[in-house]
């Protein structure tokens, strides 16, 4: 990418306060979508392409401070200061299901088989909900030494990842025996830790650190000095072959995997930027700001052995969102029954 190119990103306004969180969904069906968590207690859905707004998840009481999507778009959850958790119909909108916690809940996550929904906050345990059996009681494991921020699953499902508020490092626990069975080391507390979208590597951001961490042997694979405090990283997943990192000088940064080198620096944010995530098929990445928007930047052209690449990949699918799809969507988030013919085989495939 040439460094002086200048990046035009799409603005995505609607939120009345800070972004703190954001998650793309895999590739679906009907495209991809983008959730959005806002301290104005109203995380939205977006087409991920777009950026178009689709609907907004009503029903918290306070800031939301984390939210992801099932893998296949159709369930969403959140995270609140309100003291639950929720999970939702991502097509309709409504509530299905409100989780009571204790204290503030600062990250979810589904797990892959979307069977299985994890939590964590500030009274430092981890919930694991049976959401075929959500009025159950949680499975608790309270051995977090601190106020959790960050959560994720990996080895399908056989393993959580946490991080803490008020102390460094990422933990792992076996979910069969509840045991943290490794500590990946860091001087700061983790603010952002992803699992690439080939479970190979850990993506985590620390102070003015980005490391990334072999997912499977949990070794330190590399580790940059970034230019400022960095609050969120992210790795791009179809190659592997660069990051972007977002912190307080409010600058979208991209690097080089390979060596650190500085790619790229978008610049328009008004605020510091507290998270940043690439698109499942890596050609945009999103950021989320202090500022209240989210901005989605482009990767940049693809050269053609990129492109045939893509296309031969199946896991891509379908990428290219029709404008009767969105239309349909925001509709009263209907997923779309009519298309062009290959989009209703694809659909008949899931």
């Known amino acids: 990418m040439d460094k002086k190119r200048v990046t035009v990103p799409l603005v995505c306004h609607g939120h009345s306060r800070p972004v703190v969180d954001l998650f793309y969904s895999p590739v679906t069906p009907d495209g991809f979508f983008l959730i959005s968590a806002s301290k104005d207690s109203n995380p939205m859905l977006r087409n991920g392409e777009t950026g178009d707004w689709i609907g907004t998840f009503e029903g918290h009481k306070g800031a939301v401070w984390s939210c992801c999507l099932?893998?296949?778009?159709?369930?969403?959850?959140?995270?609140?200061?309100?003291?639950?958790?929720?999970?939702w119909d991502a097509l309709t909108g409504d509530e299905l299901h409100s989780f009571e916690?204790?204290?503030?809940?600062r990250a979810c996550a589904f797990s892959e088989d979307a069977h299985l929904f994890l939590t964590g906050g500030v009274e430092k345990s981890l919930r694991i909900y049976d959401l075929n059996r959500p009025d159950a009681p949680p499975r608790e494991v309270d051995k977090s030494p601190g106020s959790v921020r960050t959560v994720a699953w990996l080895h399908s499902d056989q393993t959580i990842l946490s991080s803490c508020t008020d102390m460094g490092g990422v933990r792992l626990w076996d979910i069969r025996s509840g045991e943290i069975v490794q500590t990946l080391e860091t001087k700061s507390s983790v603010t952002s830790a992803e699992v690439s979208q080939d479970g190979r590597y850990i993506t985590t951001a620390d102070g003015s650190t980005v490391k990334f961490w072999d997912a499977n042997?949990?070794?330190?694979?590399?580790?940059?000095?970034?230019?400022?405090?960095?609050e969120s990283a992210s790795l791009e997943p179809k190659y592997g072959n660069k990051f972007i990192a977002g912190g307080e000088d409010m600058w979208i940064r991209v690097f080089d995997f390979h060596t650190g080198?500085?790619?790229?620096?978008?610049?328009?944010h008004h605020g510091p930027v507290h998270?940043?995530?690439f698109s499942p098929g890596g050609e945009s990445y999103a950021?989320?700001?202090e500022d209240g928007t989210i901005r989605i930047w482009q990767t940049g052209p693809l050269t053609p052995d990129d492109a045939e690449a893509i296309t031969a990949n199946g896991s891509t699918g379908k990428v290219k969102v029709t404008v009767e799809e969105v239309s349909l969507k925001i509709e009263g988030f209907?997923?779309?029954?009519?298309?062009?013919?290959?989009?209703?085989?694809?659909?008949?495939?899931e």
């Open 70 to 87: 099932d893998s296949n778009a159709l369930r969403a959850a959140t995270g609140s200061a309100d003291f639950t958790a929720k999970v």
């Open 101 to 105: 916690h204790k204290h503030i809940v």
């Open 217 to 230: 042997y949990f070794g330190l694979v590399k580790s940059y000095n970034m230019p400022c405090t960095v």
């Open 261 to 268: 080198e500085e790619i790229a620096c978008n610049k328009g």
């Open 275 to 277: 998270c940043v995530r």
């Open 287 to 289: 950021s989320g700001s």
């Open 334 to 349: 209907q997923i779309a029954e009519e298309g062009k013919p290959r989009e209703k085989e694809e659909a008949g495939n």
